[in-house]
């Protein structure tokens, strides 16, 4: 849940600043972009599609699945039981927050309707934003775990740590599991004799 929190507000403020420092339009226009290294810049678009600027026209459509889908994933991510797992969930719900935010207090045609702020250019990829990327890094990090790792168990799924069970243990407390009492052996020597030692040191018989 933090993970979410955090990548929402991540989100946010960057737009925020986006929306402050820069100017929509192309970035001919004197101060518009702001160039950074390899052809990267920031550049305000606003997009009305899915995330990379996919599904144009589909914006209504799009954030009433990423309503869903966001609370799906937030119950998802306190639900796993590793740590791992519940950080990729939790971006993965925090940039889909992210971005329905902007759908929702952005909108001017109806509702969910809003246009979501993308900004980060990298000059062969499609204008994205922080949302995006932990989509992108969530999901791609949920497959990768589940084919390297696996789907980790739920806590008291497993048995015993040594593999044995509660019938290994007799109802004497022999963790061996002999049924051999451990009472002392009779008094005699099994003839039928039972003639003891007199207190005088000689033998006595009756």
């Known amino acids: 849940m933090?993970?979410?929190?955090?990548?929402?507000?991540?989100?946010?403020?960057?737009?925020?600043?986006?929306?402050?420092a820069l100017a929509p339009g192309s970035c001919a226009q004197p101060g518009a972009c702001i160039d950074l290294i390899l052809g990267a810049r920031f550049n305000l678009v606003f997009n009305n599609g899915a995330a990379f600027a996919r599904g144009t026209g589909f914006g209504p459509l799009l954030g009433v699945v990423a309503f869903f889908m966001a609370g799906v994933?937030?119950?998802?991510?306190?639900?796993r039981p590793d740590r791992f797992g519940q950080i990729l969930f939790g971006a993965v719900a925090g940039g889909a927050v992210g971005n329905l935010i902007d759908r929702i207090f952005r909108a001017?045609?109806?509702p969910l309707s809003g246009a979501v702020v993308d900004f980060i250019d990298l000059g062969w990829w499609p204008v994205f934003n922080i949302a995006d990327s932990a989509i992108v890094v969530g999901v791609v990090g949920i497959i990768a775990h589940a084919f390297i790792v696996g789907e980790p168990e739920a806590p008291g799924a497993e048995g015993p740590a040594d593999g044995g069970s509660d019938d290994d243990v007799d109802q004497d407390g022999d963790p061996d599991g002999d049924d051999v009492e451990?009472?002392?052996?009779?008094?005699?020597n099994g003839t039928g004799d039972d003639r003891r030692p007199s207190p005088a040191g000689g033998d006595r018989s009756e």
């Open 2 to 20: 933090l993970v979410a929190v955090a990548v929402v507000a991540v989100d946010q403020l960057t737009k925020w600043w986006a929306l402050e």
């Open 73 to 79: 994933l937030l119950y998802l991510a306190t639900k």
């Open 108 to 110: 001017d045609d109806g």
């Open 182 to 188: 451990d009472d002392d052996p009779p008094v005699g």
